[in-house]
């Protein structure tokens, strides 16, 4: 199975230079998001998780220009970028709205169990599942606000503050948000304890 490089808009030593450390990238442009409320940041967990439903078929994320870069990363998995939606800073918003994530995140089922590193194997996308999405932008300069979970009445494990991340060798500041696996340590930590 071809990996649709042709279609591929992420550069791959651009790719490797975003998502080095382990983190991936995405998010950018003016988008109005769910009011914030109660159940605000609910809505738009089921934005995400709606508007991201299509890409439970790795397939379907290759044939709309996602990209797998680096290897297999432990507590994450896989990382396909889509390079035109990663925001280019901080206050930007989400490219194409929350339902277009740039970075989907996808973890691996069956006997399928790559060493962190591995290289995606093409005869094997069958047994990988969408876990996450991930939101990032270019810089360093604090965490941004995409989410309304400060005023949810849900009680948090990792709040959003907590879960964006700067990650120096690619310059950028990332954050995931596991809408298609729960992740016992929370919706925004960097890491799933689900996956090996």
Do not use: C
């Not at 809505?43 to 044939?63: E, F, H, K, P, S």
């Not at 590193?117 to 093409?122: F, H, V």
């Amino acid at each position: 199975m071809a990996m649709h490089s042709e279609s591929n808009p992420v550069g791959r030593r651009t790719a490797l230079r975003l998502l080095a450390g382990g983190l991936a990238v995405g998010a950018g442009s003016n988008v109005a998001l769910a009011q914030p409320g109660s159940d605000g940041f609910v809505r738009q967990l089921n934005t995400i998780r709606t508007g991201t439903q299509r890409y439970r078929d790795v397939t379907v994320a290759l044939d709309d220009g996602y990209a797998p870069v680096l290897g297999y990363v432990s507590g994450m998995g896989f990382h396909l970028v889509r390079g035109d939606l990663i925001a280019p800073e901080r206050g930007s918003g989400p490219v194409d709205g929350l339902e277009n994530p740039p970075i989907l995140v996808y973890f691996t089922t069956g006997d399928y169990n790559p060493s962190p590193g591995d290289p995606l194997d093409e005869d094997r996308m069958g047994e990988m599942r969408i876990g996450g999405v991930e939101f990032a932008y270019v810089g360093d300069d604090g965490p941004d606000d995409y989410f309304a979970d400060e005023s949810s009445s849900r009680k948090l494990r990792t709040t959003e503050e907590e879960g964006w991340e700067f990650v120096p060798p690619a310059g950028v500041t990332a954050i995931h948000v596991w809408v298609h696996r729960n992740n016992p340590k929370g919706v925004f930590h960097p890491t799933n304890p689900t996956i090996d």
